[in-house]
């Protein structure tokens, strides 16, 4: 025992160290197993390893230097058990297993890629219960688990836990009598075994559980984390490349693990035997001195044996490492995908779908002896074919962001050639940040925000002189780039033009002055950067959607759905028909089933599920968002169908529209596609031709074959137009190719077979675009634009020769089709030009605006999605932490408004009632609605203040608000209280400042209404106008409801106005968007390229009689509080215009009030 006493005499003094420190280390052992568990790696290493231990050493608490509470709370032994029982082998998933087994309340687990719950599965084996609340009568199995003692596991918990389930989750348990204890469920009283354990498990990823559950469960987060997949992903590639070397890894782990234990336990049989040992008789006790022999010899070779397995272990990892760059491109991939159901709900995937996919791809790849090359090989392979599944499923809007994500995933990590990585620029790309309030040399041609955005572009290393330049320099070189049709394809002036050999730093100039070409820009800087960028840009881009399906159709297996996310138009019944025709000879009711989900379809697509599983058909249940209930119990029956093992044959379509009712677990185990309806007017149009076939076409008069054409590209406009945004339509309709089939049907019963020369045009009009049309149409701004076409293209002139683009003059012409044959019409739907937004008789600026919004919002959800602080270039980082911006954001906008509140009592008070006007009501109303956003502003910043401080805990309320003001965005409660805007915040808090100053102005001086009032800076602006009625009635003694605004734009700007108007108000604060005003003959013109908005004059706006006769010249202008219109309508104003007022209509031309940062 040589050898012994010395290990022993070692291990009795650290003992007594211990003894001492047992307190500390049992504290800080404690607090990690209460409290750490739902962080992630980062913050919790931060907690005990900084706050917690630092806290022990200065409370003066006893501490063994170093102490690692895993460590304290499992042995060595324990964590290789757990690893043999499947438990991944990362530090996280290790930190997770030591708190399960250690925590004395429920452990809840969040473990949306259920490593977790297999491993306690493989864990507790058949010992355990399994339920899930979707169940039938699970509440008696949860009882009958309590009664016997037994291990329970609740799968799939949602936010909510069944309040039934109230006094278990509390422990609620009542002593009977000296050992028997009972417990209350659902009124009624049970026994209650000490020995039952509950364990819960949740596959939300980000759960929010009310702080009851917290404090009676312990949270565990059991998300797989990057290292921790990567490590699993290494696995699977060696095990699938080099077999035998996965193997040798997985016996040595197994044995060094067994070793572990085998040596713990012999030395707890030694110190056991020795002390049931008689001291005076040790030396004749032979089982004892054999015993201990044997104990040294197996202790001896275990000790060779470890050493050995070390010098394996070192040379098997040496192997495996060639493969690590392949398994961290695995890991990459897996959380870029999984990000992706925060911009749509059904991007949905699991990590087992993941992982097949994984495989597939290994399977694909071309076989090479170079393990380096292979390693390339299989990167490339496994990016492409994750890629193609992923993309396969998105929406086209979408599919950008996903190939940006990845992009600038592996930017940011240096591993693209070409470019180097800059935080700060990238930052930029990302956010856009921009000056506010700068004066704009420039503003003659570049709009005030661009302008911000050059100056915040000029502080970042590199562009110190870009300002200058674009000032000073070369302002009409830089105005001509500005001005090009593409100016990503052309060369910067002076020396900018070297930006050409770096790219991204070229595409942070034109998310400076040309955002509206920033999508196309950006995607030719991903084909490319991008290795084989093309192939990602462009993926599936030269195949039918029958191709897709077809290559899908090969992944898919009989526990596999393909999930069809439906857009408007899309229909992808008939190509599985025509795919299962030529595959299976598909034959409905044979061995196809096809259920449209409704009420009382539920009992029917059971049915057909069932014969298909046992029989091997083909089963297609669509619309299944319907019926988001019954949604639950298809998850269910899937589940039972994937462990009964289906007919191989067996296969489910399953159709939805984007619909958050739809359960992650049918979502994650799915392929899905979209089909969406092809984009731009001449894929519309060529659709819309298509429906009417040759046969028909031919048999029909050739009047009604020159109205279909016109229905035709009356139905495309439609459908098209509503990429323009608020320019298009005030709402969205759901138009569908059954309109134009119905409009057809219509008009073929009214002039087929009839004799009268004279067509009814004034009948077709009222048809198609009050009941067809129309019957969408719940705007009546909407329904006018659509009465206008209607007139433009339903006359006389439609017969012979009609111009097919509305009021172009001439800068675009494409005119209707002569009366002829089937094939000339197609000919000539392909003669029609490049889109333009002049097809629309809207102003080429219009796309601009459209394509502005669409990388704004493209960019939004990148910010959301990455996070755009990613690697800031600043040394202090926590100078950049959300957090600290948040805090200084708060401290600021609280110093700007803390002293803002109106005496609108005190005013009130001092005013008589004859002094008290409808204009002075008015002032005092809008005084009330800025003290109550400016007292919730004050409220909220100042208990947000508190939370920073750690004297008020952070609520959900406190934790978005820090969000939003990090993020640059509008807090939702002051939205709700405050006046329609759609500014930025930092460009808010300005206008707030803005119209508190109107109002400092009048309260100063209630009796004198401003001479010039902005309506803009008011939060209701209809009550001014309605003020003016007010008077009118009053002075000309006339009823209030047959009074209307009129406006008559005078030639002077606010400044010039020295007294007020003699008749009603002068107002200002009014912008004219999709045309512009010309003073000099004081009418509506066309406006100047990219100009989006133009200032009107000072407008008078008085009261009058409503009149019936309606003015040739005068364009009924809608006006609206924000560029996003509809629900924020204002007024109708009248303006003089020399064109038909019905080209303003189509043009879509408004007023605005508050333009934000245009």
């Given at each position: 025992l040589a050898d012994e006493y010395q290990r022993w005499t070692g291990s009795v003094k650290e003992l007594k160290a211990l003894q001492q420190m047992l307190i500390g280390n049992c504290l800080l052992s404690s607090a990690f197993v209460g409290y750490i568990s739902p962080f992630s790696m980062k913050l919790r290493a931060e907690l005990w390893k900084t706050v917690w231990t630092n806290d022990i050493a200065e409370r003066g608490i006893p501490v063994t230097k170093g102490i690692d509470p895993l460590k304290v709370l499992a042995t060595e032994a324990d964590i290789a058990g757990w690893q043999n029982e499947g438990l991944p082998s990362d530090r996280i998933s290790v930190e997770n297993a030591a708190v399960v087994t250690s925590c004395s309340r429920w452990p809840l687990m969040i473990d949306p890629q259920l490593q977790g719950v297999k491993w306690i599965k493989q864990r507790l084996g058949e010992?355990?219960?399994?339920?899930?609340?979707?169940?039938?009568?699970?509440?008696?199995?949860?009882?009958?688990?309590?009664?016997?003692?037994?291990?329970?596991?609740?799968?799939?918990?949602?936010?909510?836990?069944?309040?039934?389930?109230?006094?278990?989750?509390?422990?609620?348990?009542?002593?009977?009598?000296?050992?028997?204890?009972?417990?209350?469920?659902?009124?009624?009283?049970?026994?209650?075994?000490?020995?039952?354990?509950?364990?819960?498990?949740?596959?939300?990823?980000?759960?929010?559980?009310?702080?009851?559950?917290?404090?009676?469960?312990?949270?565990?987060?059991?998300?797989?984390?990057?290292?921790?997949?990567?490590?699993?992903?290494?696995?699977?590639?060696?095990?699938?490349?080099?077999?035998?070397l996965e193997q040798d890894k997985q016996e040595l782990v197994r044995k060094q693990n067994e070793y572990k234990v085998t040596l713990s336990q012999l030395e707890d049989d030694l110190l056991s035997q020795l002390s049931a040992a008689d001291p005076s008789t040790i030396l004749d006790n032979l089982p004892l001195i054999e015993g201990l022999e044997k104990t040294k010899a197996t202790s001896k070779e275990i000790a060779v044996q470890v050493a050995q397995?070390?010098?394996?272990?070192?040379?098997?990892?040496?192997?495996?490492?060639?493969?690590?760059?392949?398994?961290?491109?695995?890991?990459?991939?897996?959380?870029?995908?999984?990000?992706?159901?925060?911009?749509?709900?059904?991007?949905?995937?699991?990590?087992?779908?993941?992982?097949?996919?994984?495989?597939?791809a290994i399977d694909r790849t071309e076989a090479t002896d170079d393990l380096a090359e292979r390693s390339k090989r299989l990167i490339s392979m496994i990016r492409m074919t994750i890629f193609r599944w992923v993309n396969r499923g998105l929406f086209e809007d979408h599919k950008l962001i996903f190939c940006a994500m990845l992009t600038f995933k592996l930017f940011a990590q240096n591993r693209l050639v070409g470019e180097d990585y800059n935080a700060a620029y990238f930052n930029f790309l990302l956010r856009a940040p921009f000056v506010v309030g700068a004066e704009n040399p420039l503003e003659d041609w570049l709009p005030n925000k661009n302008w911000g955005l050059v100056l915040k572009l000029s502080e970042l290393e590199g562009f110190e002189n870009f300002t200058t330049n674009m000032e000073k320099d070369a302002p009409s070189r830089f105005k001509e780039w500005f001005n090009e049709l593409t100016p990503e394809d052309a060369k910067l002036p002076l020396d900018w033009k070297r930006?050409?050999?770096?790219?991204?730093?070229?595409?942070?100039?034109?998310?400076?002055?040309?955002?509206?070409?920033?999508?196309?820009?950006?995607?030719?800087?991903?084909?490319?950067?991008?290795?084989?960028?093309?192939?990602?840009?462009?993926?599936?881009?030269?195949?039918?959607?029958?191709?897709?399906?077809?290559?899908?159709?090969?992944?898919?297996?009989?526990?596999?759905?393909?999930?069809?996310?439906?857009?408007?138009?899309?229909?992808?019944?008939?190509?599985?028909?025509?795919?299962?025709?030529?595959?299976?000879?598909?034959?409905?009711?044979?061995?196809?089933?096809?259920?449209?989900?409704?009420?009382?379809?539920?009992?029917?697509?059971?049915?057909?599920?069932?014969?298909?599983?046992?029989?091997?058909?083909?089963?297609?249940?669509?619309?299944?968002?319907?019926?988001?209930?019954?949604?639950?119990?298809?998850?269910?029956?899937?589940?039972?169908?994937?462990?009964?093992?289906?007919?191989?044959?067996?296969?489910?379509f399953l159709s939805a529209d984007p619909s958050n009712g739809i359960p992650i677990g049918i979502l994650e185990r799915s392929i899905k596609l979209t089909n969406e309806p092809p984009q731009g007017m001449l894929a519309n149009l060529r659709r819309s031709f298509a429906l009417f076939s040759k046969e028909d076409f031919e048999d029909r008069d050739t009047k009604v074959k020159a109205i279909l054409f016109a229905l035709c590209h009356f139905h495309s406009l439609m459908l098209e137009r509503k990429k323009f945004g608020p320019m298009g339509y005030n709402m969205k309709y759901p138009f569908s190719s059954g309109d134009l089939r119905d409009s057809a049907q219509v008009l073929y019963n009214y002039l087929e077979g009839s004799t009268s020369v004279k067509i009814p045009w004034d009948d077709l009009?009222?048809?198609?675009?009050?009941?067809?049309?129309?019957?969408?149409?719940?705007?009546?701004?909407?329904?006018?634009?659509?009465?206008?076409?209607?007139?433009?293209?339903?006359?006389?002139?439609?017969?012979?020769?009609?111009?097919?683009?509305?009021?172009?003059?001439?800068?675009?012409?494409?005119?209707?089709?002569?009366?002829?044959?089937h094939e000339r019409y197609l000919e000539h739907i392909e003669t029609m030009p490049a889109e333009?937004?002049?097809?629309?008789?809207?102003?080429?600026?219009?796309?601009?605006?459209?394509?502005?919004?669409?990388?704004?919002?493209?960019?939004?959800?990148?910010?959301?999605?990455?996070?755009?602080?990613?690697?800031?270039?600043?040394?202090?980082?926590?100078?950049?932490?959300?957090?600290?911006?948040?805090?200084?954001?708060?401290?600021?906008?609280?110093?700007?408004?803390?002293?803002?509140?109106?005496?609108?009592?005190?005013?009130?008070?001092?005013?008589?009632?004859?002094?008290?006007?409808?204009?002075?009501?008015?002032?005092?109303?809008?005084?009330?609605?800025?003290?109550?956003?400016?007292?919730?502003?004050?409220?909220?910043?100042?208990?947000?203040?508190?939370?920073?401080?750690?004297?008020?805990?952070?609520?959900?309320?406190?934790?978005?608000?820090?969000?939003?003001?990090?993020?640059?965005?509008?807090?939702?409660?002051?939205?709700?209280?405050?006046?329609?805007?759609?500014?930025?915040?930092?460009?808010?808090?300005?206008?707030?400042?803005?119209?508190?100053?109107?109002?400092?102005?009048w309260i100063a001086?209630?009796?004198?209404?401003?001479?010039?009032?902005?309506?803009?800076?008011?939060?209701?602006?209809?009550?001014?106008?309605?003020?003016?009625?007010?008077?009118?009635?009053?002075?000309?003694?006339?009823?209030?409801?047959?009074?209307?605004?009129?406006?008559?734009?005078?030639?002077?700007?606010?400044?010039?106005?020295?007294?007020?108007?003699?008749e009603g108000a002068f107002v200002t604060g009014m912008f004219l968007e999709g045309a512009r005003w010309d003073s000099t003959s004081n009418s509506l013109e066309d406006s100047r390229p990219k100009e989006m908005f133009t200032a009107m004059p000072v407008i008078t706006c008085k009261a009058g009689l409503q009149s019936e006769k309606q003015d040739k010249n005068v364009y009924m202008c809608p006006t609206y509080c924000v560029p996003t219109r509809r629900p924020y309508f204002v007024f109708t104003a009248q303006l003089r215009t020399k064109a038909p007022p019905d080209k303003w209509v189509l043009a879509g031309v408004a007023m605005i009030l508050d333009i934000g940062g245009a």
């Open positions: 010992d355990l219960s399994i339920l899930q609340f979707t169940m039938n009568s699970w509440l008696q199995k949860v009882i009958f688990s309590i009664q016997m003692g037994g291990q329970l596991l609740i799968e799939a918990v949602g936010q909510e836990i069944d309040p039934i389930l109230e006094p278990v989750l509390s422990r609620a348990v009542i002593k009977r009598g000296r050992n028997a204890a009972i417990i209350k469920i659902a009124g009624e009283e049970i026994d209650y075994d000490s020995n039952f354990q509950l364990y819960l498990q949740s596959k939300l990823p980000n759960p929010h559980y009310r702080p009851e559950i917290a404090a009676q469960c312990t949270i565990i987060n059991f998300i797989v984390t990057p290292e921790g997949l990567e490590d699993q992903i290494l696995a699977m590639v060696v095990n699938v490349e080099k077999p035998e397995a070390q010098i394996t272990e070192v040379e098997i990892n040496t192997s495996r490492e060639l493969y690590r760059p392949v398994a961290a491109e695995g890991s990459m991939l897996f959380f870029l995908i999984i990000q992706l159901c925060f911009i749509e709900h059904m991007y949905q995937y699991s990590l087992e779908s993941f992982v097949s996919f994984l495989y597939k930006l050409d050999q770096v790219p991204f730093q070229k595409l942070m100039v034109l998310r400076c002055l040309r955002p509206d070409r920033m999508c196309g820009a950006l995607a030719e800087w991903i084909r490319n950067i991008l290795p084989n960028g093309r192939d990602y840009m462009d993926c599936d881009g030269s195949s039918s959607f029958r191709q897709i399906l077809q290559n899908s159709f090969e992944d898919s297996t009989s526990t596999t759905p393909i999930f069809f996310i439906l857009s408007p138009g899309a229909d992808p019944v008939k190509e599985v028909e025509a795919m299962g025709k030529s595959l299976i000879g598909l034959q409905l009711g044979s061995n196809y089933w096809n259920v449209a989900m409704g009420q009382g379809q539920d009992v029917i697509a059971m049915a057909k599920l069932d014969i298909g599983h046992r029989e091997g058909h083909w089963v297609m249940l669509q619309n299944i968002h319907l019926m988001p209930k019954w949604c639950v119990e298809l998850e269910k029956k899937l589940d039972i169908f994937a462990v009964e093992n289906s007919h191989p044959n067996f296969r489910v009009r009222y048809i198609f675009g009050e009941i067809m049309y129309g019957g969408h149409i719940v705007d009546d701004w909407d329904r006018r634009m659509c009465e206008k076409y209607l007139l433009y293209f339903m006359r006389d002139e439609l017969l012979d020769e009609i111009e097919m683009v509305p009021y172009a003059d001439g800068k675009l012409s494409w005119l209707s089709p002569q009366p002829g044959p333009s937004p002049l097809f629309f008789g809207m102003h080429p600026n219009a796309e601009i605006n459209f394509r502005t919004v669409q990388c704004d919002r493209t960019f939004d959800t990148l910010v959301m999605l990455i996070g755009g602080s990613g690697g800031s270039s600043s040394d202090d980082d926590a100078a950049m932490s959300p957090m600290v911006i948040a805090e200084n954001t708060c401290s600021e906008i609280l110093e700007e408004v803390l002293e803002k509140k109106f005496a609108t009592d005190d005013t009130a008070r001092n005013l008589s009632d004859e002094e008290k006007g409808p204009y002075q009501f008015v002032f005092l109303q809008e005084c009330e609605y800025m003290n109550g956003l400016v007292f919730e502003m004050v409220r909220g910043l100042q208990e947000l203040q508190l939370g920073f401080k750690g004297e008020l805990t952070m609520s959900e309320v406190m934790e978005d608000l820090a969000h939003s003001l990090y993020s640059e965005k509008l807090p939702t409660w002051w939205v709700k209280l405050g006046f329609a805007s759609t500014r930025p915040l930092k460009s808010w808090r300005v206008n707030l400042q803005d119209r508190c100053a109107q109002l400092d102005d001086e209630p009796l004198n209404i401003p001479k010039v009032v902005d309506i803009s800076r008011l939060f209701n602006p209809q009550s001014f106008l309605t003020a003016i009625k007010q008077l009118t009635c009053q002075s000309q003694k006339l009823e209030l409801d047959k009074l209307q605004v009129f406006t008559e734009v005078t030639k002077r700007d606010a400044k010039q106005v020295d007294a007020e108007s003699k």
